[in-house]
C-alpha cells in the first residue's frame, strides 16, 4: 500500500564521511545531527566511512566523543552506527553498546554473513535493535541472498539492509532481490544503493514498492564513489507519492545548507539541486527557474511559495507577465 510507513537513514555522517577523507568534526557532527533532527529524519548514522571500531588516529575525534556529540543533538531523530565485524574487535564493540544506540547494523559480505553472528547477539542481550548490512550485493542473484539473509534471521536480526555498494543493480534485480528476500525472512527490509548507474532515487522506489520499509539516504548524495541516494530527493519523491514519512519535505530539501561551510572547508563539490526538487514536485516548466529566482529576490516572496502557485495556476511558457503580476501580488 502507498500510503505505509517508509523510514530514512541519513548517512551523510557515515558514508558521507569517505567524501572528506573521515575528517568530520564534532562540531560537524554537531551542526548535521541538529539539522537532521530538526527535519525529522528517522535514524541518522555516525561513524566512520568504515564504520565504529575500525578507525584510530591522532587528531580525529573516537567513536566515542562522536557519539556524544551525535546523540546530545538527537532530539527526536535515532542515533545509528554500522560496524564492520571484521574490523571491529569485541571488547571495542561492547563498549559502543553502553551508549543510547536506536540501530546497530553489521556490514558483512552478502555471500557470507556468518562474522555478523556473534555481534548480532551481543546487541540483542542488550536490548538494542540490530540488523545485518548485506554489501556488495550486485554480486548475487537473488536466491544467493535470499539464502544468506535467512541466516541473519537464525542469528537474531532485526532488519536487513541489501547493500548495493556499487551501484551496480539494475530495476529488475532490486525487485527480485528485495521481493525474495522480505518474503523468506518476515523482517523489516532496507535498501542502500549507490548513484554509479543515475538509479539511486528510482531503484531505491522500487525497493519500497517491493516491500522495503526503510532507505539509506545523505545529502546532497554524499557518499562514497558516485554518492548515496539523495536525503532531499528520496523524502520529496515518497511525498509526492503519499507513502507515510516523518521528514519534513521543506526542510529536508534545506538540509543542504548545512554543507555550505563544510564543502568550503574540505574542498567537496556538490550539486544544489533544492530548486530542480521543487520544480520537479511542483510540476512547473524547468525553464521559469530563472525568473523565479529575478522575482524571488525583486518582490521579497520565497521561491517555494511562488513555485507552489505557479502549478496551482498552470502557467505554461509564454506566462512569464502572469507571473510577475502573481510575484506582486503574493509580496
Do not use: W
Not at 6 to 26: E, P, Y
Not at 84 to 110: H, M, T, W
Not at 140 to 168: C, H, P, Q
Amino acid at each position: 500500500m502507498v500510503n505505509r510507513k517508509i523510514k530514512i537513514i541519513d548517512s551523510t555522517l557515515r558514508d558521507g564521511n569517505h567524501t572528506v577523507g573521515n575528517r568530520f568534526d564534532l562540531d560537524d557532527i554537531k551542526s548535521i545531527v541538529k539539522t537532521l533532527d530538526q527535519s525529522g529524519i528517522d535514524y541518522i548514522e555516525v561513524g566512520y566511512g568504515f564504520g565504529m571500531g575500525s578507525f584510530n588516529k591522532e587528531g580525529f575525534a573516537t567513536d566515542y566523543q562522536i557519539l556524544d556529540a551525535a546523540i546530545g543533538k538527537a532530539k527526536n531523530s535515532k542515533i545509528a552506527i554500522l560496524v564492520f565485524p571484521n574490523k571491529a574487535d569485541i571488547k571495542s564493540y561492547e563498549k559502543l553498546l553502553d551508549y543510547d544506540i536506536g540501530l546497530i547494523r553489521l556490514a558483512v559480505q552478502a555471500s557470507n554473513v556468518e562474522p555478523a553472528k556473534d555481534y548480532i547477539k551481543l546487541a540483542r542481550d542488550k536490548g538494542i535493535q540490530v540488523g545485518g548490512f548485506m554489501m556488495m550485493a550486485s554480486r548475487l542473484s537473488a536466491d544467493e541472498i535470499t539464502s544468506e539473509a535467512s541466516k541473519l534471521k537464525k542469528f537474531g536480526a532485526d532488519t536487513i539492509t541489501i547493500t548495493d555498494s556499487a551501484g551496480a543493480m539494475i530495476p529488475s534485480s532490486v525487485v527480485d532481490t528485495i521481493k525474495k528476500v522480505k518474503e523468506a525472512t518476515k523482517l523489516e527490509i532496507g535498501f542502500h544503493t549507490h548513484d554509479n548507474l543515475g538509479l539511486a532515487v528510482g531503484n531505491s522506489m522500487l525497493a519500497i514498492s517491493s516491500g522495503a520499509s526503510f532507505i539509506d539516504t545523505a545529502i546532497a548524495g554524499l557518499g562514497a564513489g558516485a554518492g548515496n541516494t539523495r536525503t532531499e530527493s528520496l523524502v520529496a519523491v515518497l511525498d509526492k507519492e503519499g507513502y507515510k514519512i516523518n521528514a519534513d519535505m521543506f526542510k529536508s530539501i534545506e538540509c543542504v545548507k548545512v554543507l555550505d561551510k563544510i564543502i568550503k572547508k574540505y574542498d567537496v563539490n556538490i550539486k544544489d539541486m533544492r530548486d530542480m526538487i521543487l520544480i520537479g514536485y511542483y510540476g512547473i516548466y524547468s525553464a521559469f527557474m530563472k525568473n523565479v529566482s529575478d522575482l524571488s529576490d525583486k518582490y521579497g516572496v520565497s521561491k517555494k511559495y511562488l513555485i507552489a502557485n505557479i502549478a496551482k495556476n498552470r502557467y505554461v511558457p509564454g506566462d512569464e507577465e502572469k507571473i510577475e503580476s502573481l510575484a506582486k501580488m503574493l509580496r
